[in-house]
């Protein structure tokens, strides 16, 4: 990233508050690569050397998978491992990019995903990738479609990524709240700038509903997260 670029994206941070807790986040999380941040015990070391080299793998693969791009992957995990979240739902498997960060962030927190896709073959190399990551026993895959899916789970889910169909967002969510998403967890749905107008109903609801705090983040300025708090009783 250059200079230019990252001073412009410090400088649109800092516009929203939601922004300024997440540089101090961000700058905290700016050298996992190299500050031994893979875990303290020689298998949590291991399971994150692998991870990092599955992701550079997808990275330079590309094609069309449409997965988060890399800041977005880091931020989930960060998200994960601050709020201890344990129990995790994820609409819109791909490929698993985003699921081996945030199966990342359950290494810290022992906690488990169930993650939904319904094209058999992008579920397939899913398994592939997270097995390959060291990282398959935080997974459970769910083949299909998640509107069907999603009232089979028993849940409750403490952070929720939905990443599939922007158009069923309104329907996920009421297949989701009030009983399955915990009061204190999260709910972030991806892509609420390069897809604000599909989204729109949705973010709209989110935005007054009474039970949840909701923001719009952005790491990249291109695109970003609907990320909404489900407050405690
Ligand atoms: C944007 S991609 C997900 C990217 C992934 N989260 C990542 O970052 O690696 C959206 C995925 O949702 C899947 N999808 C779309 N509609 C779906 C549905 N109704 N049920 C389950 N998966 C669906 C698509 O096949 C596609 O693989």
Same mark, same amino acid.
């Given at each position: 990233m250059s200079a230019t670029h990252d001073r412009k994206r410090r400088n649109f941070l800092k516009t929203t508050s939601a922004g300024a807790a997440l540089l101090a986040m961000t700058k905290a999380l700016t050298n996992w690569t190299c500050s031994g &941040?893979?875990? &303290?015990t020689p298998s949590a070391r291991r399971s994150f050397e692998a991870a990092t080299r599955t992701l550079a793998e997808l990275e330079a693969k @590309? @094609? /069309?998978?449409l997965n988060v791009p890399k800041p977005d992957g880091e931020f989930l995990r960060l998200l994960i491992q601050a709020t201890r979240a344990k129990s995790i739902l994820e609409l819109g498997t791909s490929h698993g990019y985003s699921a081996i960060w945030i199966s990342l962030g359950l290494e810290e927190t022992d906690g488990k995903m169930t993650t939904v896709e319904i094209l058999s073959e992008r579920i397939e190399l899913a398994k592939k990738h997270l097995a390959q990551a060291g990282l398959a026993h935080r997974v459970t895959f769910k083949e299909g479609d998640a509107h069907k899916i999603v009232p089979t789970l028993e849940g409750p889910f403490d952070f929720v990524f939905l990443d599939a169909d922007k158009d069923g967002l309104m329907d996920y969510f009421q297949k989701l709240y009030p009983k399955k998403i915990l009061p204190g967890g999260l709910l972030a749905v991806h /892509? &609420?700038?390069?897809r604000k107008e599909a989204m729109k109903g949705y973010l709209e609801m989110i935005r007054q509903h009474p039970d949840f705090d909701s923001v719009i983040v952005s790491l990249t300025m291109e695109d970003g997260f609907s990320l909404s708090y489900r407050k405690r009783a």
């Amino acid at each position: 990233m250059s200079a230019t670029h990252d001073r412009k994206r410090r400088n649109f941070l800092k516009t929203t508050s939601a922004g300024a807790a997440l540089l101090a986040m961000t700058k905290a999380l700016t050298n996992w690569t190299c500050s031994g &941040a893979g875990g &303290a015990t020689p298998s949590a070391r291991r399971s994150f050397e692998a991870a990092t080299r599955t992701l550079a793998e997808l990275e330079a693969k @590309g @094609g /069309n998978f449409l997965n988060v791009p890399k800041p977005d992957g880091e931020f989930l995990r960060l998200l994960i491992q601050a709020t201890r979240a344990k129990s995790i739902l994820e609409l819109g498997t791909s490929h698993g990019y985003s699921a081996i960060w945030i199966s990342l962030g359950l290494e810290e927190t022992d906690g488990k995903m169930t993650t939904v896709e319904i094209l058999s073959e992008r579920i397939e190399l899913a398994k592939k990738h997270l097995a390959q990551a060291g990282l398959a026993h935080r997974v459970t895959f769910k083949e299909g479609d998640a509107h069907k899916i999603v009232p089979t789970l028993e849940g409750p889910f403490d952070f929720v990524f939905l990443d599939a169909d922007k158009d069923g967002l309104m329907d996920y969510f009421q297949k989701l709240y009030p009983k399955k998403i915990l009061p204190g967890g999260l709910l972030a749905v991806h /892509n &609420a700038i390069s897809r604000k107008e599909a989204m729109k109903g949705y973010l709209e609801m989110i935005r007054q509903h009474p039970d949840f705090d909701s923001v719009i983040v952005s790491l990249t300025m291109e695109d970003g997260f609907s990320l909404s708090y489900r407050k405690r009783a």
